[in-house]
């Protein structure tokens, strides 16, 4: 083979083992929240200059492709070294946060979660998810293959360190005030916790058990007596009780404590089919740059666009899974599985509460809502699916399937 013939085949060989429908969607997702992100804050009368916005937006996305880039040619066996060292750095960024959280952010919102850095200010429980979806499958990994058949013995020693690799960063989350936060976390245990091999005589009665606590939680936060029960336990604050209400009735108090989230409905509805057309609104949202950023789409692009942008959300999780039946060793598809559980469970979070089936919990939507922490960390998390791709698509692979 001459040598342009060698430079082709390698670039076959490389290019073979880059999963783009991933990355065309990120793109797409990419363009919708610009464009979103600038309807938003056009409007938007306590963003009166709204260069700045876009372009801190714009410095995070360049950040998350190079972050992508780079995470994607490493090999899996350097992730696996030096995933212990990861969640490490994690617990001390978590650590050290409950002493150096940012005063006017903690003001703001009620939780100790960001730095602050000059004008840009940072979330470390973002980059945290993407570390402890790590550790969690490396664990699972390790525990697996010195346990090559699952006793009841085993699996429940499977459970206690899985546990104990959680509760610290459970326990430091909630010490910052960060409830939505930590329900990402719960849905990452909840995805690898399924799927890392456990008998289903231990899985199923757990799965209840747990279904049942949320099922007696949820009971209690939609009665009266039950919500003075779990302020008075210190499990919510007054003021999540007070989005509790406002979801259970968007409209009983739609000057008040309701007002967002029935604004956000009205912007939503009067988008219809086809929306009103791009950079058209007429319903002001609250903070709608960030946790409402769907209602942007809804008002602009009606049910058509809403659906479009699910439809990429589906299309990405499904991307991914395949991911999953690619790669050779189960901590790869545990890694797999956190990334979808982690994508999943913001999507259905963000866009059930802007549609009114959930409460706002402050969970943004991956890659388009504002906010550099959030995308940077969706941004890390891909680039780890494509890093097990790369590396698990030999060149033999490559051009075996050519010939």
Request: no cysteine; proline share 2%; net charge positive.
């Given at each position: 083979?001459?040598?342009?013939?060698?430079?082709?085949?390698?670039?076959?060989?490389?290019?073979?083992?880059i999963d783009f429908g991933i990355i065309l969607i990120v793109l797409l997702l990419m363009l919708i929240g610009t464009a979103?992100?600038?309807?938003?804050?056009?409007?938007?009368?306590?963003?009166?200059?709204?260069?700045?916005?876009?372009?801190?937006?714009?410095?995070?996305?360049?950040?998350?492709?190079?972050g992508v880039f780079v995470i994607m040619q490493c090999p899996v066996r350097f992730l696996k070294k030096a995933t212990p060292y990861l969640y490490g750095f994690g617990l001390f960024?978590?650590?050290?946060?409950?002493?150096?959280?940012?005063?006017a952010q903690e003001a703001r919102w009620g939780s100790k979660s960001w730095f602050s850095f000059g004008p840009f200010s940072f979330q470390p429980s973002?980059?945290?998810?993407?570390?402890?979806l790590m550790m969690l499958a490396y664990v699972v990994a390790v525990h697996n293959r010195s346990h090559r058949v699952h006793t009841t013995h085993s699996d429940f020693q499977l459970i206690g360190k899985m546990l104990l690799v959680t509760f610290p960063v459970i326990l430091l989350i909630l010490l910052q005030k960060d409830f939505g936060t930590m329900l990402v976390f719960l849905a990452i245990f909840a995805g690898i916790f399924i799927v890392s091999g456990i008998r289903w005589q231990i899985t199923v009665p757990l799965v209840v058990l747990a279904t049942?606590?949320?099922?007696?939680?949820?009971?209690?936060?939609?009665?009266?007596?039950?919500?003075?029960?779990?302020?008075d336990a210190g499990i919510f604050k007054p003021y999540q009780i007070a989005r509790i209400d406002a979801w259970l009735d968007p409209f009983h108090d739609p000057s008040g404590k309701s007002f967002q989230l029935?604004?956000?409905?009205?912007?939503?509805?009067?988008?219809?089919?086809?929306?009103?057309?791009?950079?058209?609104?007429?319903v002001y949202v609250p903070v709608r740059e960030s946790d409402m950023i769907f209602?942007?789409?809804?008002?602009?692009?009606?049910?058509?666009?809403?659906?479009?942008?699910?439809?990429?959300?589906?299309?990405?999780?499904?991307r991914i899974l395949r991911v999953c039946f690619q790669v050779k060793d189960q901590y790869s598809v545990l890694i797999c599985v956190g990334v979808v559980m982690t994508i999943l469970f913001h999507v259905i979070e963000n866009i059930g509460a802007n549609i009114g089936l959930l409460p706002l919990t402050g969970i943004p939507l991956p890659f388009i809502s504002q906010g550099g922490s959030a995308l940077l960390s969706n941004m890390l998390a891909i680039g780890l699916v494509l890093a097990l791709r790369f590396d698990s698509r030999r060149p033999f692979e490559i051009m075996s399937q050519m010939i």
């Open positions: 083979m001459d040598r342009i013939g060698r430079k082709k085949a390698q670039r076959l060989r490389f290019e073979g083992r979103s992100l600038y309807v938003a804050l056009s409007h938007d009368p306590a963003h009166p200059s709204i260069k700045v916005d876009l372009i801190k937006q714009g410095i995070w996305y360049m950040l998350g492709i190079m960024l978590l650590t050290i946060l409950l002493k150096f959280y940012d005063r973002e980059l945290v998810k993407i570390f402890y049942a606590l949320v099922g007696f939680v949820g009971y209690l936060m939609v009665t009266p007596s039950g919500q003075a029960t779990l302020i029935a604004q956000g409905l009205l912007a939503i509805g009067s988008g219809q089919i086809f929306g009103k057309g791009f950079n058209v609104s007429h209602t942007v789409i809804g008002e602009n692009f009606g049910f058509i666009g809403g659906v479009f942008v699910i439809l990429l959300y589906f299309f990405l999780i499904y």
